[in-house]
């Protein structure tokens, strides 16, 4: 095997384990602090959801950054090689006395593991999306020519959402415009309306990609908070938008109740977008005074210190991850 191949090995495993500590700290944080993160202005409870989403890539690469850092010294000015004190079976992060050997055979075998895992769960979340994006064109090979940026789709079933990843657009059906009423369709058009400038479609299925990084559960119940934090945020600015929060509740209890009765397998699942996420509580928050919005200013502080502080440290972190993959690896 060649240097350069090991060496890649050597980075990816020291990736692979600072996706780990990545995973453990949003775990942690979602284990010890869900309640006041629930308790957040959907807005700002969005943000912070999908920041604990990220958090192993984020993480992991800003690890794996700092401790790249003193081999990238070594490569612009040699007099900061450090390698020399080590000796051959130490494992070197390094661009320039590159690894003599492959990994041993557990830690390869580890490593080969959880790349096909990763790669398997990313493909199932492209076939979805592609799915989804099937169903999409098959919607609208029948639709009315749009109207604004709303397109008319010609079921009778209850369908509206917001469709599509780069250049998302509003979805209706003929048979819920019909439903509704002009005061319901207002509310509908104008909540998919923030779910379009949210970017809401794009956000979740960057998620969907990191959920296979999380801890088993955590992942899942993030994907699931996240969705309904962006269902609230959408209705809280239709009802500040309209002025009227309660008018937007009932209209998601039209569009439940339209969905529920409609026959099983009608709509395939997922296409109802309005009225199909938590409805109670979405209801209920709506009927509630909104919650004052929260500054994240000093958890931001914070974090760009532990940031900072993770950069200068990068020496320490440096033989720190060599040592352990010494012991791994070797």
């Known amino acids: 095997m060649s240097p350069a191949l090991s060496s890649l090995q050597l980075f990816m495993l020291a990736g692979l384990a600072f996706v780990a500590v990545g995973s453990l700290m949003a775990s942690a944080v979602v284990r010890l602090a869900s309640p006041p993160i629930l308790g957040l202005e959907p807005h700002v409870r969005h943000h912070v959801l999908v ?19 003193p081999s990238v010294a070594s490569l612009l000015l040699p007099e900061f090689d450090h390698c020399s004190t080590h000796d051959d079976g130490h494992a070197h992060l390094c661009f320039i006395h590159l ?9 390869l075998l580890l490593l080969v593991f959880v790349t096909a895992y990763l790669l398997a ?10 799915r989804s994006s099937r169903l999409l064109r098959a919607l609208t090979a029948t639709a009315l020519p749009t109207v604004d940026d709303v397109t008319i789709l010609e079921t009778s079933e209850a369908v509206c959402m917001a469709g599509g990843l780069l250049r998302p657009r509003v979805f209706v059906s003929r048979g819920l415009l019909t439903q509704l009423g002009e005061g319901g369709q207002a ?6 309306r923030a779910h379009i400038r949210r ?17 088993p559960g955590v992942g899942s119940w993030l994907l699931r908070e996240i969705e309904i934090a962006a269902e609230q945020a959408c209705d809280e600015e239709t009802g500040a938008h ?17 969905a529920q009765s409609a026959p099983a397998g009608a709509v395939p699942a997922g296409v109802v977008g309005f009225g199909d996420c938590a409805v109670v509580r979405r209801v209920e928050s709506l009927l509630e005074e909104p919650t004052a919005p929260r500054s994240l200013r000093l958890v ?3 974090l760009s210190l532990a940031s900072v502080a993770v950069l200068l440290g990068s020496s320490t972190l440096h033989h720190t991850t060599e040592s352990l993959i010494s012991v791994i690896a070797h």
Do not use: K, T, Y
């Open 51 to 69: 920041g604990l989403a990220a958090a192993p890539v984020i993480v992991s690469a800003l690890l794996l950054f700092s401790a790249a850092l």
């Open 99 to 107: 690894p003599r050997g492959p990994l041993n055979a557990p830690s």
């Open 199 to 215: 970017r809401d479609a794009l956000v979740a299925s960057l998620v969907r990609l990191c959920v296979p990084l999380h801890v």
């Open 187 to 192: 509310v509908v058009f104008e909540h998919e």
């Open 300 to 302: 931001g502080i914070a």
């Open 121 to 130: 769960s990313w493909a199932m979340s492209g076939a979805a999306i592609f």
């Open 242 to 258: 309209i002025g009227d929060r309660v008018r937007v509740a009932e209209a998601i209890l039209v569009v439940e109740r339209l």
